[in-house]
């Protein structure tokens, strides 16, 4: 199964979420687990957590211009906690598009897919942000999900709202995961005329660990946490191939009120055409009250600047 994440702006979490859902994957004893940093900015995986840069994309794609045998894409994985496979990427993203265009401009299909088709692996590819004619695009074309990971800011809703229909193209299992501080979800499900599959909490120290960082005692205090417990959620939907992306326990009904049926979309990945967005001409935002509700800062660090 090929689940790819991804946003198109900022930095939502998609690498933590990439990670976290490997580790909250079911049926780990009969399930190989990858994460795939298919991501054309960079890597994060391997700074993070203290691994070598070889192996990983840059040596997948090397040895991809002598092979096309799918197997060996496991040669050029390393291991993360828990078990999880990793195939990372650089940090700059010079190399990593390099290596990724190398793969994806194959006379044949892309070796992550091929891979992704045995009953027994699961690769999650963390394309980030998929710009128009990034790289990472003929993964993302052959998920069998696609979760968009955005903002709940207007100009993250803005640019979410730009790319929905497309994005709902490439796959048919499109899911939109909301995160963040910001317009509350069924703000957003109204604006956008579509149902969210969830809202990931704001849990710092949990994403620490996602990202092998460690917190200093005093900033355990104060923070929702969850982020464990909505990733395990969201993998357990994932991972039955049939199922639709219904919204998560615990949060948003599937209907959105007010909205034209026409206009949400339908279990099954029926692409959208997203209705025009107001948000931003709205008065004040109507904040989640919660200042710490899903308000982590975004982190640029290992990342080239992206215009
Ligand atoms: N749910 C969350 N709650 C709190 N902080 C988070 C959450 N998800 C990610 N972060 C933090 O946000 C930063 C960016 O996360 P990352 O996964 O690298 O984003 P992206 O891959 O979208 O660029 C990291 O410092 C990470 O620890
Ligand atoms: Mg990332």
Redesign the pocket.
Known sequence: MLIVLC?VK????????AVALAMAWPHVESTRRLVAEV?PSGG?LAMRFGLPATPGLVSLAAAARRTRDPAMVWDHTQTLPGGVRALVAPPGGTHARAALSTLATAPDEPLLPIVARDTSVVVLA?C?RVDPASPAEAIARCADALVL?TGTQGDDLAHAAARLGELARWTPRPGLLL?GDGYPTVDVERELGIPAIGR?????V???T??G?RQPPARRRGTNGG?ARHAAALARTLAVPVSPMAPLPGSVPAGVPGVPAQQVRRPGGVPITPPAFGLRTASAPHRVGDPRH?G????TSG?EPRS
Not at 10 to 17: E, F, K, M, R
Not at 200 to 204: A, I, R, S, T
Not at 296 to 299: A, F, G, T, V, Y
Request: aromatic residues 0%.
């Open positions: 946003s900022g930095s939502p979490g998609v690498t933590t979420l991501d994060d963390d980030g990971v995160t990931l909490p704001h849990d710092p949990t994403a620490a996602l990202t960082h982020l899903n982590h800062q975004p982190s990342k």
